[in-house]
């Protein structure tokens, strides 16, 4: 079954599916954010659409797929972003949903697509040739990006949440912190451990 599924990640039709489905989702994302980002401080521009911009970094992975190249920041960039700002999104929109009682089409769009978003950053997690200075550099820009969110307030604006933002922020803090861990997991130690193994039982 693992075979099946990566056969099918690593197929080129699947990978240019995925690269216009990415694309679109960031065009897209970028629009939803459009009223926020009028409101916003040129300097803080870059820092207030935060999942479209952690599907561009996927969809420029996914580009180096097509052209038979890697840029190790930039998957580190993505997996983390992506991991951490589906699963903020999934859990603001199922928090919006408990604070108003309401759960729209568009709510539940936005909750089966970041979902999908997480989830696609960690099934690549064995092709990126990501090192510990990546996820260093990428951690950096990540929890830089909520201080920009949470010290100087441009975070996502959802509905009622900016009643509970000291809390949202705290939260945003770990999820980012967890989804470093992960990476550097899935990225580095596994890969480490998973080589150690295979010399081991070269040599015996």
């Not at 998957?75 to 919006?96: D, H, P, Q, R, S």
Request: proline fraction near 3%; charged fraction near 10%; glycine fraction near 4%.
């Amino acid at each position: 079954m693992k075979e099946f599924i990566y056969s099918w990640l690593s197929n080129r039709y699947f990978l240019i599916l995925l690269f216009i489905v990415n694309l679109l989702g960031t065009v897209y994302g970028y629009y939803w954010y459009r009223y926020q980002l009028v409101e916003t401080e040129p300097i803080f521009l870059i820092f207030v659409p935060d999942s479209p911009t952690a599907s561009l970094f996927f969809t420029i992975v996914i580009f180096g797929y097509l052209i038979k190249k890697q840029w190790p920041l930039i998957e580190a960039l993505a997996i983390i972003t992506l991991f951490k700002y589906g699963i903020w999104a999934v859990v603001m929109n199922v928090l919006t949903w408990t604070v108003t009682g309401e759960m729209t089409a568009v709510s539940w769009m936005l909750v089966i697509s970041h979902a999908a978003m997480a989830l696609q950053g960690l099934l690549y997690a064995p092709y990126y040739r990501i090192k510990l200075w990546h996820i260093a550099a990428a951690a950096i820009w990540t929890l830089h990006n909520d201080v920009i969110d949470y010290v100087y307030m441009q975070y996502p604006i959802y509905s009622r949440l900016s009643e509970m933002i000291t809390h949202i922020g705290y939260f945003t803090f770990w999820l980012s912190i967890t989804s470093i861990l992960i990476t550097w997991y899935c990225c580095v130690y596994r890969k480490d451990w998973q080589r150690s193994l295979h010399s081991l039982h070269k040599s015996s």
